[in-house]
């Protein structure tokens, strides 16, 4: 599209605009807003959602010296504990198809 054209600054925003209404248009970002939405209707919950997705991201990027069997088998009962949950469940389905 810009192919050996200078593009400022102001085009830049103007596209990474038009991408994001693109974005935030879609069945699947409507769908993960409405399970977030559902979700923050119990926020002992949600809380706990979070702090499960937070663990697992450490895990994956800050997993040097930890007792990493531990750390994996902790993770893998609370994902069992909360898919239990429809609404976690159907919360962490949206989040991963975005």
Not at 8 to 34: G, P, S
Not at 49 to 63: E, Y
Request: hydrophobic content about 40%; charged content about 35%.
């Amino acid at each position: 599209m810009w192919a050996g054209k200078e593009v400022t600054m102001d085009e830049i925003r103007d596209e990474v605009d038009m991408l994001l209404d693109a974005l935030l248009n879609t069945r699947v970002y409507r769908e993960y807003r409405h399970q977030e939405d559902l979700l923050s209707e119990d926020p002992k919950l949600k809380e706990r959602v979070l702090r499960f997705r937070a663990d697992n991201f450490n895990l994956q990027n800050n997993a040097q010296g930890q007792d990493l069997l531990s750390v994996v088998g902790n993770l893998y009962q609370e994902s069992r504990e909360l898919r239990k949950n429809d609404q976690v469940n159907a919360y962490l389905d949206a989040e991963l198809a975005m």
